[in-house]
């Protein structure tokens, strides 16, 4: 899934970490960063400044998508999938902060999950 999204943006080499946690550990990882206490289900680090290839840390609280998957009556791996297009789409250096960027994101991530993402891609 990683690999297409960022294949399909000109990155044909990437080390990507996905780490899957709970809401504590990436509430205490929005504060550290981004000075928010806030519950977020996924934390994009890219720790690379530019260039190719990308390295990244990815952070998914899997209370978040099971919560999110509740309340928008989605399957627990569609969401899970779309929290991952959406950190790639962040190493990318896509932005969700305006609302503008924010519907480029879910054009996106809708995209890549309607037509681009298979079941056994995750």
Do not use: W
């Not at 990437?14 to 709970?22: E, G, L, M, R």
């Not at 550990?25 to 519950?39: N, Q």
């Not at 627990?76 to 790639?88: Q, T």
């Amino acid at each position: 899934l990683c690999q297409t999204i960022l294949n399909d943006n000109g990155h044909n080499e990437a080390t990507i970490t996905i780490i899957f946690s709970n809401d504590s550990k990436l509430c205490k990882l929005k504060k550290e960063y981004f000075g928010k206490g806030v519950f977020t289900d996924t934390i994009s680090f890219n720790l690379e400044e530019k260039g190719n290839p990308i390295e990244g840390e990815i952070y998914i609280s899997l209370d978040r998508v099971t919560e999110n998957a509740e309340i928008f009556n989605q399957d627990f791996i569609k969401e899970c999938k779309r929290v991952i297009i959406h950190s790639c789409l962040h190493l990318l250096g896509y932005n969700d902060e305006l609302p503008d960027e924010k519907a480029k994101m879910t054009e996106l991530e809708e995209l890549y999950l309607s037509h681009r993402v298979k079941d056994s891609q995750i």
